[in-house]
């Protein structure tokens, strides 16, 4: 198992036991614990999966296995981007490994990032979503909890299916995806008039930032990956739990809010920050225009984070609690973010 | 000729899963479908590996003759996208399958890519549970069998997942629990 999935099975097990300990009882405990813990090891399998095949063979089955949880969307609606995940990753790794034209390797390139925006749910395959439905019944797990181990394994994979050249075409369509998320779940998340969908939105910009990361294939582009991945499972996903989900909660303008939204904007010295300028140091090195566009791209992140902090409230007991714990450790992860990075092996 | 005719069988057993909204049609559609991948796989997979592949697809196919919508509902009014679906992507896969791929395994590669294109296609538009299940048992056999591309020795180890996957994904319940 790579170690880069290892850690982020580790955040995945991190935030299920934040979930368990301090966000409120939406569901019971017991059944979220059950299938947290199913959903873990589920994905630890497919980390653990010796063969691309098997890797897909169990992302298959995790999908079933979350669409049978109790939820609002019905079963078939639950595996619609899922399917279309598998079937393009599976589509993919056939071209990859056919004989013939250079072509068909750019066509599995553009398959297996096609495949891994579907899995986790981004743009142009959003899941169908519903503020209410139960966190393990719902697309955030797909994007906070299973998604970055499954995208960990699917680029760590292609770069073994594919040829150079067409690794680098993987990497600009990973950018290219990642752009688009970006621009589209920040303004989303500013626009939006639903502050479940909000969230929703802010979760896809950051995998923007994590998808542009994969993309830059340099050493600073998969540091800067983890470490928005790091903030999306034990910042955003925390957060969005703590928060109550369908934005009832009174909007309010405390101290607390405002750190929550410097936090979610990813402002110093908070992990996104040090993901952020890791990133503009990649595509810097990769080529200076991206820079610019990422960090023009980054200051749409402000008015969706204002919005998604004030929706807070002010947390009490537990989630106060909660909060203060998510806030620290984003702070010891942006000041020194080394120990973190190493374990991964980067 | 055999694996020519088995690819035929692949593509027709996935156009019956495309095409069909009852349990009987869906049920011999996934039972032609894991038959005629087996039978292109049979020379990389060897028996076991073609037997765990059908025996996926039966398992599969037994589930959905006795659960689902009653009767055949093969080509329902408003089927003829699905019909002109199945045939341009049949003609497709096989175009891109035997001519624009080289080297042998020509009928593998189009009953995998048929398989894969149309199950994808039809998990994406279906609204039935039943018939969701049926594609992605279908899509696991064909993942199975397109193993038999990869050069990796683990390649024994996927046809038996994807069988096992395959019975699965049928025989698991459509909802566990109504969570509030």
Request: aromatic letters at 8%; charged letters at 10%.
């Amino acid at each position: 198992m790579l170690p880069e999935s290892i850690e982020l099975l580790a955040f995945a097990a991190a935030s299920l036991v934040f979930a368990l300990a301090f966000a409120p009882a939406l569901a019971p405990r017991r059944a979220l614990a059950v299938q947290g813990g199913a959903g873990l090891a589920g994905t630890a399998a497919v980390a653990a999966a010796p063969a691309f095949d098997l890797a897909v063979l169990g992302l298959m089955l995790l999908a079933v296995l979350q669409a049978a949880v109790g939820g609002k969307r019905t079963f078939a609606a639950c595996l619609k981007a899922p399917g279309v995940a598998v079937a393009l990753l599976a589509l993919a790794a056939l071209f990859a490994r056919a004989e013939g034209p250079d072509l068909l390797q750019r066509f599995a390139a553009v398959g297996l990032a096609a495949g891994l925006a579907a899995a986790v749910g981004l743009l142009p395959y959003l899941h169908t979503f519903d503020p209410e439905e139960p966190i393990a019944a719902s697309p955030v797990a797909w994007l906070a909890y299973i998604g970055p181990v499954v995208a960990a394994v699917i680029v760590a994979d292609a770069h073994g299916l594919l040829t150079a050249d067409a690794g680098a075409a993987f990497g600009a369509v990973l950018i290219g995806f990642g752009l688009v998320n970006m621009a589209w779940g920040s303004v989303g998340a500013w626009l939006t008039e639903n502050t479940g969908a909000a969230w929703r939105y802010s979760f896809a910009a950051d995998w923007g930032l994590a998808l542009s990361g994969f993309g830059i294939t340099l050493a600073d582009g998969r540091r800067a990956a983890l470490l928005v991945l790091f903030t999306v499972v034990l910042g955003r996903l925390p957060l969005y739990l703590v928060s109550g989900r369908s934005g009832k909660a009174p909007v309010t303008d405390r101290p607390i809010n405002l750190l929550v939204a410097a936090a979610l904007a990813g402002s110093a010295p908070f992990a996104g920050f040090a993901a952020r300028v890791l990133l503009l140091r990649g595509a810097t090195q990769l080529f200076w225009p991206l820079a610019l566009v990422l960090a023009l791209g980054m200051l749409l992140w402000l008015p969706g984070s204002l919005r998604l902090g004030r929706s807070l409230g002010i947390p009490r007991r537990r989630q106060a609690v909660g909060v203060a714990l998510v806030l620290a450790a984003n702070v010891a992860a942006g000041l020194y973010p080394l120990p973190l990075l190493a374990a991964a092996g980067l | 000729m055999v694996e020519a005719a088995s690819g035929f069988v692949a593509w027709l057993g996935v156009s019956l899963v495309v095409l069909s909204d009852g349990r009987r049609g869906l049920a011999l559609g996934m039972a032609l479908g894991a038959l005629g991948l087996a039978g292109v796989s049979l020379p990389a997979a060897e028996p076991i590996g073609a037997i765990a592949l059908v025996a996926g697809g039966a398992v599969a196919a037994a589930r959905r003759f006795t659960a689902g919508p009653a009767g055949w509902a093969v080509m329902p009014a408003g089927s003829t996208p699905r019909l002109v679906l199945c045939v341009a992507g049949g003609l497709l896969a096989l175009w891109v399958g035997v001519a624009v791929m080289t080297g042998s395994g020509g009928a593998l590669r189009f009953a995998v890519m048929s398989v894969v294109g149309l199950t994808g296609a039809r998990a994406l538009a279906g609204e039935n549970a039943s018939v969701v299940q049926t594609a992605l048992a279908l899509l696991a056999v064909a993942i199975g069998a397109g193993a038999g591309l990869a050069p990796h020795t683990l390649i024994v180890w996927t046809y038996l997942a994807a069988g096992l996957v395959a019975a699965a994904v049928t025989w698991l319940p459509d909802r566990v629990q109504r969570a509030a």
